[in-house]
């Protein structure tokens, strides 16, 4: 049955921290200092590490652990990836998950899955959600995305939810997001603590039109974000229309133009407060 104790709802703003890399591909561990400041204090209300958009694919246990080491969130709430691993045992030990816990408000996990072929039925996902639950004691956010191919029926979300102990956030990236938050909300009811639009803002009006409390977006700029979420949040519905046009531009560089690089490219440059000092991201990646 769900955890009853574990009920807490974090709304709001929580962008995607990349991972910072020096121009020899090693981790600039004090850039990342860096950017989980200016993050934080761009006006994010929490934030997550170890995401696909921070190329978690790309970095060692220990380079995870470093960054987990390095990303403290000034008190704000954290959310990370446990793993993306399709093997359970390999999801389950992580890099320190003990030690992470304690920093972590969430866990994002995404069901389990390898390369493009790779796939366990719904019988298997439940069993992997469940064992993952049963080994820490804070909310799982489900990562419900195309890089998966694994589909996720909004009916199925609604069981995991009312049946594993710490299934309580979705983050919501596939096709059709507000179609899917509205059902699955309307299925669930009370036990979808979380509902969270997953598309790096660029169905972000429709997506908290059907419910979504927060959304999960890129790093490169938070503070725009943060000014459309609260014109939202405040009914400030003309507010928010003309500050959505206003920052559709970078929305759409980030979400349909540059992918990975170009959080760390709007870092880069155009303010004082320059944080990322290179673009770089692993090859083979382009940057």
């Known amino acids: 049955m769900p955890n009853q ?3 807490a709802t974090y709304r709001g703003v929580f962008p995607v921290a990349p991972t910072v890399f020096d121009a020899s591909g090693r981790l600039d561990l004090d850039g990342q200092r860096r950017v989980i400041d200016f993050m934080i204090d761009a006006g994010s209300h929490g934030l997550c590490i170890l995401a696909n958009f921070s190329e978690q694919f790309a970095l060692t246990d220990d380079e995870r652990s470093a960054v987990q080491d390095r990303a403290g969130t000034r008190g704000r709430p954290g959310a990370g990836n446990r793993d993306h691993h399709a093997f359970q045992q390999r999801c389950l030990r992580g890099p320190q998950p003990r030690r992470a816990e304690r920093r972590r408000r969430v866990v994002m996990v995404m069901p389990p899955y390898h390369g493009a072929t790779i796939r366990v039925g719904e019988h298997g996902i439940y069993e992997f959600f469940n064992r993952v639950s049963d080994t820490i004691d ?3 956010m489900i990562q419900d995305a195309p890089v998966a191919s694994t589909p996720l ?8 939810a009312k049946e594993v102990a710490n299934v309580s956030y979705f983050k919501i990236e596939t096709a059709q997001v507000a179609s899917k938050l509205r059902e699955l909300i309307e299925l669930g009811g009370d036990a979808i603590i979380g509902p969270w639009d997953g598309k790096k803002a660029i169905t972000l009006i429709p997506d908290f039109d059907a419910g979504a409390i927060s959304a999960m977006t890129g790093g490169g700029y938070p503070d725009g974000i943060r000014k459309i979420v609260d014109a939202y949040t405040s009914g400030d519905t003309e507010s928010v229309a003309e500050l959505y046009q206003q920052w559709l531009p970078l929305i759409n560089y980030e979400n349909r133009q540059y992918g990975l690089a ?8 155009g303010t004082p407060r320059v944080t990322c000092s290179r673009r770089c ?3 083979p990646a382009p940057a």
Do not use: D, Q, V, Y
């Open 5 to 7: 104790t574990n009920r």
């Open 138 to 140: 804070i909310p799982i």
């Open 153 to 160: 029926s909004a009916a199925f979300l609604e069981r995991l």
């Open 262 to 269: 170009a959080c760390k490219a709007l870092m880069m440059g």
């Open 281 to 283: 991201i692993r090859r």
